[in-house]
């Protein structure tokens, strides 16, 4: 009971905390409209309007300005810096505004960042060495370095968006269409389930099988082992030493976050299991299949139920993230790991993040939610009740009210996987494969 308690205390805190957390919606918004400003001039006259708009450059700029108004904070110089280069290129044909933009952030940044705003309001000719010089100092995005490229008087060629034009239209398509085209998929499929379902056709469910334990006992090993140990105490004994030894080491601050992110998780997933090993009974009493019924073989068979239901329940978790856009302009509470993918270089932290991302986090939260919570509750409220509780403590357990509704229609997604397959493995697979399509979609869109 304290440790519900506890846990109660501690999740509604952190809800009602994720508001105030920056949400990555905004930054993916503005990063698809560069994209897709950057990959226009490549794009044949047909297809432009459809996969990059009308008017790719308007329509980032506004955005942009609109972020910056909105913002709390004042805007860093090297977005004021793009929306003065935006302000100053053909679509815009706001000249005069840029230049009083770039006059204003000359007298406002450090001495090394000045020679490309004088370059720029003087307008004279550099080659691309020189250019390469200028924008050293500012570590400017590739659209800043097109602009930049545009306006300062040279070889057109030399440009970001000519030298890498393939691979900007592979990027643009990839993030545009293939989204469309698993969406589209996914609708049949949805609607095909629905009409065996309404017609009484859908295979009977699997026996509903998991490990030998009270609700008392899932109790104490979510709330007493994942929240309050794993999630409180856990990274106050590790965190510091932890720390302390990157410092020591001095890797890259990208590299110190991804080493960071991957041992405090796994830090964290080792309490939680080490006290389900101990509830567990001893492996004379283990039936064939295990405890949490996993049921990996044929790898084949379980990949597929896993890459149908993702498929069936992206168009739902699409829908339910639209509709909350539309009642709640800025919910905030992205989870930290999505911004820190996305603005990494580093090809080692990226690793760390895949790993933990891709790996650690769907073998835990699937052990936890749909090889523990699931069956047991199962058991004693029927599947379905089963696969909606369990939904609900995985969404309520990311700890952010604007994605609160996504999560758990993901989740349902995942305990009716478990439910219906009878196999804890599918739903890992399923919930790897969706961490991994969010994980390339970021990578499509970082600079």
Known sequence: MLSLALSGLLWVGGLIDSLDRPSVVDSLSLRQLELSALAAGSLPEGLQPALAGETPRRTLTEELRRQMEASEEPARALRRLELALLERSGETATTTTGDADLGLLLNQVDAPRRPLIQALLAGRSIDAGQRQQLLAPWSAPVIVQQLVCEQLPGDPGECPAEQRSLGLVLKLLAVTLLPLLFLLVGVVLLLRQLWLAWRRRLPAAAPLQGPPLAPVDVILLIAGGFVVLGEVVVPLLVQPALQALVQRLATPRALSQGIEVLVLYLALMAVPLLLLALLLPGPSARPAAGWLQWHWRPIATAFAGAVVTLLMVLPVVTASSWAIDRIWADPGGSNPLLELVLTSADPLALACFAFTALLVA??????????????????????????????????????????????????LGLGWLRWRSGRLASAVLMHALWNGLTFMNLLFLAD
């Open 362 to 411: 769907p073998l835990f939260e699937e052990t936890l939610f749909r090889g523990v919570l699931l069956p047991v509750a199962g058991q004693r409220l029927g599947g379905p009740a089963a696969v909606v509780l369990s939904a609900a403590v995985f969404a309520v357990a990311h700890l952010s009210l604007g994605e609160l509704a996504p999560l758990f229609v993901l989740g």
